[in-house]
């Protein structure tokens, strides 16, 4: 990724700045700012407030050799990486779903050597980020030196002009596009966020495009009821698609909690190479949206239980737990 | 009155829990950290600030959580932040402990989650990678681990330093950049609790778990440890700590049921 402010600056002198309804459909919005051998990086936390559909779209419309930037990518990483989208990645987190297990397909990419890989941290990743969204070339850090994580990196250990302790530089980091789920949004892509943050607000302002995924379209008066609650302004996106459970299988703070039955299928169909083709075309590429996905998962009668898990809701209904 | 009966896994949460001072802050991850932390506040350590590394901060967990980004993370929590914010505390010299495991750990306590091999770009073997990890373990005062100790992992080379401890002995963290007093503290085991000899920098094993014996934790280490000159029984967990954990903590067995 290229650091150069000036040139970003060019950019973004060139961004759109007007205020204009940006609603499309997730297909279009795909088509028209997700191109082959892009640069992507996914908002939210792997499983947790994911943009799926938009992920799904990419798959479906066939996208090839993106690079991925791999901040806590873990069933973000499953899709893109194991369906062989992504030919780059900087990695910070890959291939694990945490206390789940691990992705066999994206592992056996990794492994084959078709994934050009540099290493990084979650914390360098977060902060290329916010590099690039303040507009300077790299920020410094005291984490990482002496480690073989940074020797694998693009970072670069300097000196401190004041007080002279050694620190790492990490460059900034300007995704071709980037992709966030978000609880509300105006008509504009003016977003709020209920819960941690993990690193959208410094990753919508970093990316050159970006497409915003909402549970939820709301009137522009709820924006302006409380602006304080804006992450995300209008100005830093491109467009809008409103997907109600669009993080699932990942959970969505406050509405629905993630579908580990369905998130164990996925893990256990990639032991066979061939059946997880299977499992990608039944899911993904035979199946025409994302809603068609959500009724093979179960559809209205699963979310709901999952949104009672979210919500704790069933010990005071007395149904089973759902996850 | 006979000792509670107790599986490894509870063992090294309860001794764990037990390095945990009251009135500090951790950030933890899914499974045994959790327990530990959940375990500390419920018992010794009431104040103990709990953080994960995705913004979460304080909560009051209803559960385990399942990823350290997932809404049980700042359930009824004091913050929901981001990763940025978290990691500038750890930064800035605000978090005491963390928690952190891997595939392979060295003499020095560094840590291996990124691969096995020698190639980076053709790995025999490709892990997760850093993820928080590095810079927890960089930038945290105490760096924690909960391991099984076996010869495959307990290595006299890492393969990869992803999280560094005390890399190549005294004063190599120093040298390196890292910020001063901070490091590998214990290492929790299944079969002992080793700490950090403070002049070589190497695995000190301080003391042994019940019913296991010195050789069984030589010949389960792939390097020649060094032994603390007053080398203790590991103290098993209280029936009261056992309670605690099995009915509050962790009720549904997700984490002591491996054991």
Redesign the interface.
């Known amino acids: 990724m290229d650091p150069d402010v000036d040139k970003a600056r060019e950019y973004f002198r060139q961004r759109d700045r007007r205020l204009v309804p940006k609603v499309t459909t997730v297909p279009e919005a795909v088509a028209r700012l997700v191109h082959d051998g892009d640069y992507v990086a996914v908002g939210?936390?792997?499983?947790?407030?994911i943009p799926t559909a938009v992920l799904h779209e990419i798959v479906r419309q066939g996208r090839k050799d993106l690079g991925l930037s791999?901040h806590?990518a873990?069933h973000d990483c499953q899709i893109l990486i194991g369906a062989g989208c992504v030919n780059r990645c900087d990695?910070?987190?890959?291939?694990?779903l945490?206390?789940?297990g691990?992705s066999r397909a994206s592992?056996r990419q990794?492994?084959s050597?078709k994934i050009?890989?540099a290493?990084?941290?979650?914390?360098?990743l977060?902060?290329r980020y916010?590099a690039a969204a303040m507009g300077v070339p790299f920020l410094p850090?005291?984490?990482?030196?002496?480690?073989?994580?940074m020797k694998?990196s693009a970072a670069v250990?300097i000196t401190c002009p004041f007080t002279g302790?050694?620190?790492l530089a990490v460059p900034a980091l300007f995704p071709d596009v980037a992709m966030i789920h978000v609880h509300r949004a105006d008509v504009y892509g003016n977003c709020q966020i209920d819960?941690?943050?993990?690193?959208d607000?410094?990753l919508a302002r970093a990316a050159k495009r970006l497409i915003i995924s909402t549970e939820r379209l709301v009137p522009e008066s709820v924006i302006r009821a409380d602006p304080t609650r804006t992450a995300i302004p209008y100005f830093c996106v491109d467009a809008v698609v409103e997907v109600p459970y669009g993080s699932y299988p990942g959970?969505?703070?406050?509405e629905y909690?993630?579908d580990?039955d369905h998130l164990r299928q996925w893990l256990e169909v990639e032991e066979d190479a061939a059946a997880f083709e299977r499992f990608l075309d039944k899911y993904i590429r035979n199946t025409p949206d994302f809603e068609a996905y959500l009724e093979l998962c179960g559809g209205i009668k699963r979310l709901q239980e999952l949104r009672r898990t979210?919500l704790?809701l069933h010990a005071a209904i007395g149904g089973g737990g759902a996850? | 009155m006979s000792a509670p009966a107790y599986n490894r896994m509870e063992l090294m949460i309860c001794l764990a829990s037990r390095y945990l001072e009251d009135d500090r802050t951790a950030v933890v991850?899914?499974?045994a950290p959790c327990a530990a932390a959940m375990l500390a506040q419920k018992t010794s350590a009431p104040n103990l600030m709990v953080m994960f590394?995705?913004?979460?901060v304080g909560p009051i967990l209803?559960t385990m959580p399942?990823?350290?980004?997932?809404?049980r993370?700042?359930f009824r929590g004091l913050a929901?932040?981001?990763?940025?914010d978290i990691?500038s505390s750890c930064?800035r010299g605000m978090v005491d402990y963390t928690f952190l495991g891997g595939a392979q750990i060295d003499m020095y306590g560094n840590i291996n989650s990124?691969m096995i091999g020698g190639d980076?770009?053709?790995?025999?073997?490709?892990?997760?990678?850093?993820?928080?990890?590095?810079?927890l373990a960089?930038?945290c005062w105490r760096t924690m681990m909960i391991t099984p100790q076996d010869k495959r992992r307990f290595v006299p080379r890492v393969d990869?330093?992803?999280?560094?401890g005390y890399?190549d002995g005294a004063g190599?963290?120093e040298a390196?950049?890292?910020?001063p007093g901070t490091g590998p503290y214990k290492v929790i085991t299944d079969l002992c609790v080793i700490g950090f000899d403070e002049v070589t920098k190497r695995m000190r094993v301080e003391s042994v778990h019940p019913g296991v014996t010195r050789e069984q934790v030589q010949e389960n280490t792939g390097f020649e440890l060094l032994w603390a000159p007053d080398v203790k029984e590991s103290a098993p967990p209280t029936s009261e700590e056992l309670r605690i954990l099995r009915d509050e903590v962790d009720s549904l067995r997700y984490i002591i049921g491996r054991g």
């Open positions: 939210g936390f792997g499983a947790d407030r791999g806590t873990t990695v910070a987190y890959v291939i694990g945490e206390a789940r691990l592992r990794f492994e050597g050009a890989v290493e990084w941290t979650n914390a360098a977060a902060w916010r850090m005291r984490s990482g030196l002496g480690t073989d994580t694998e250990e302790i050694k620190l819960g941690i943050m993990v690193a607000d410094d959970n969505m703070p406050y909690f993630s580990e979210e704790m996850g | 991850g899914t499974g590394e995705a913004g979460g209803p399942i990823s350290v980004g997932d809404s993370t700042f929901a932040s981001s990763m940025a990691m930064q990124t980076i770009q053709r790995p025999k073997v490709r892990l997760p990678g850093s993820g928080g990890a590095g810079d960089s930038l990869f330093i992803t999280s560094p890399l190599a963290r390196a950049g890292l910020p």
